[in-house]
């Protein structure tokens, strides 16, 4: 029996759709592979590098490999002092960069959002003002300061705010638009709440993952800045580190591979803060309400 002209068609028809899953598939083939491939290359370029610091800094002098670089880090002359100096520092400007940029930019996005562009645009300055530049401005500025702050490395803690703000900048900016910071501050004026609570007790506990990432990047900023300190001719851990290098070639690469282990801790530390806050939130958002 002949087919009719609806069965013919319908055949067509899902000839048709056969043929046009087959090209989408292969391309998804093609993207999936050029997405590993890009990543592979990408992982080839920061791993590289990394393996053969490490394995630069664990040759001995026998040329076999042992740990003598990294016993010799405490021993080389300088180093705690400088250590504590970058870390104090750290520190310093971790306060510093979030007391300036929280209220701030709690306040822009509650009462001047058409200052958000302005203040952006400033964040972003410090990426092509050179070092030497804000140096000779922070100077000029400080003039007349005390001597415990323009004659010690605390004025240093002042250039890495300006350094830090746009990354923290940008931390904290993503860590305010994931949450309805008018309706959260709103509730709180409602209860009673002044600005101070708003602040300690609405804004930062949900800027929680936000804050601690900006804190991450302004620490790891301040332990790996070099050139300022240097045209301040203060000794801070890089400075040090570079001065190693002259004499102690293994010593330094070893203490430069710690560092950046350091660093991977803090970003493994605050990614499992922030998921374990993502865990409780969701939990406590699943609790039917009585």
């Given at each position: 029996m002949p087919a009719g002209p609806g069965r013919v068609?319908?055949?067509?028809?899902?000839?048709?759709?056969?043929?046009?899953?087959?090209?989408?598939?292969?391309?998804?083939?093609?993207?999936?592979?050029?997405?590993w491939a890009v990543l592979l290359l990408a992982a080839l370029y920061f791993l590289l590098p990394m393996a053969a610091s490490l394995e630069f800094s664990l040759r001995d002098r026998d040329g076999g490999y042992s740990l003598?670089?990294?016993?010799?880090?405490?021993?080389?002359?300088?180093?705690?002092?400088?250590?504590?100096?970058?870390?104090?520092?750290?520190?310093?400007?971790?306060?510093?960069?979030?007391?300036?940029?929280?209220?701030?930019?709690?306040?822009?996005?509650?009462?001047?959002?058409?200052?958000?562009?302005?203040?952006?645009?400033?964040?972003?300055?410090?990426?092509?003002?050179?070092?030497?530049?804000?140096?000779?401005?922070?100077?000029?500025a400080f003039e007349g300061a005390p001597n415990w702050l323009i004659g010690s490395p605390t004025i240093l803690a002042f250039e890495y705010v300006i350094l830090a703000m746009p990354f923290a900048y940008r931390s904290l900016d993503a860590g305010i638009g994931a949450i309805d910071l008018r309706t959260l501050v709103e509730a709180s004026r409602s209860l009673g709440g002044g600005w101070a609570t708003e602040l300690f007790r609405v804004v930062l506990p949900n800027l929680r993952g936000a804050v601690l990432g900006a804190c991450v990047l302004t620490l790891a900023l301040v332990l790996g800045e070099f050139a300022m300190a240097?045209?301040?001719?203060?000794?801070?851990?890089?400075?040090?580190?570079?001065?190693?290098?002259?004499?102690?070639?293994?010593?330094?690469?070893?203490?430069?591979?710690?560092?950046?282990?350091?660093?991977?801790?803090?970003?493994?530390?605050?990614?499992?803060?922030?998921?374990?806050?993502?865990?409780?939130?969701?939990?406590?958002?699943?609790?039917?309400?009585?």
């Open positions: 068609t319908g055949e067509r028809a899902r000839r048709g759709r056969a043929g046009g899953r087959r090209p989408r598939a292969a391309a998804a083939v093609r993207s999936s592979a050029w997405r003598e670089s990294y016993r010799a880090i405490v021993d080389e002359p300088g180093f705690a002092s400088a250590l504590w100096t970058s870390v104090k520092l750290g520190l310093i400007t971790v306060a510093l960069t979030i007391g300036l940029l929280v209220p701030t930019m709690t306040l822009v996005h509650l009462r001047f959002p058409w200052l958000r562009r302005v203040i952006e645009t400033i964040t972003v300055l410090p990426l092509v003002i050179p070092p030497v530049v804000l140096v000779i401005g922070v100077l000029g240097s045209l301040l001719l203060w000794s801070t851990f890089p400075t040090w580190v570079v001065q190693v290098a002259g004499t102690q070639a293994g010593v330094s690469v070893a203490v430069s591979v710690l560092s950046l282990f350091l660093t991977w801790a803090l970003l493994m530390l605050l990614m499992f803060l922030g998921d374990r806050r993502g865990r409780r939130s969701t939990f406590l958002g699943g609790v039917p309400g009585g």
